[in-house]
């Protein structure tokens, strides 16, 4: 069974930077999608940023230019590197996996996961 564990959440003042990295364990697929989503209190889950097996990247427009999602094989680890943080970007995120079959909706698409984390905490304070 795939194992996500999330690591890198934090305080940080707005305008700060944080990494947030996933290690999956047990997640040896030759075409898949990885993701980060986040989710604020009171608020529904919203996709952040997916990365696929080709390298192709998307972003969610409101991380557009301040967020970059990258994957690290030899370390099993996706990563999400977030500047520029902004107060509106607290949020418990979390890392999604999943195997993709070529057939399948686009990772940045209508895309479901059906591997998650447990989540890390960012808050962004003014």
């Known amino acids: 069974q795939v194992h996500l564990a999330e690591s890198g959440g934090g305080s940080v003042q707005s305008g700060g930077s944080l990494r947030l990295s996933c290690v999956a364990s047990?997640?040896?697929?030759?075409?898949?999608?990885l993701a980060w989503f986040r989710q604020a209190p009171g608020k529904e889950r919203e996709r952040v940023a997916t990365?696929?097996?080709?390298?192709?990247?998307t972003y969610a427009d409101l991380v557009k230019g301040r967020f970059t999602i990258s994957e690290d094989n030899a370390k099993s680890t996706v990563s999400l590197q977030m500047n520029s943080l902004e107060p509106e970007d607290k949020a418990m995120y979390y890392c999604?996996?999943?195997?993709?079959?070529?057939?399948?909706?686009?990772?940045?698409?209508?895309?479901?996961?059906?591997?998650w984390g447990q989540g890390t905490q960012v808050t962004v304070f003014s």
């Open positions: 047990r997640f040896n697929y030759r075409t898949y999608c």
């Open positions: 990365l696929d097996n080709s390298g192709t990247a």
């Open positions: 999604a996996a999943d195997s993709r079959h070529p057939a399948q909706n686009p990772c940045g698409g209508q895309f479901e996961y059906h591997n």
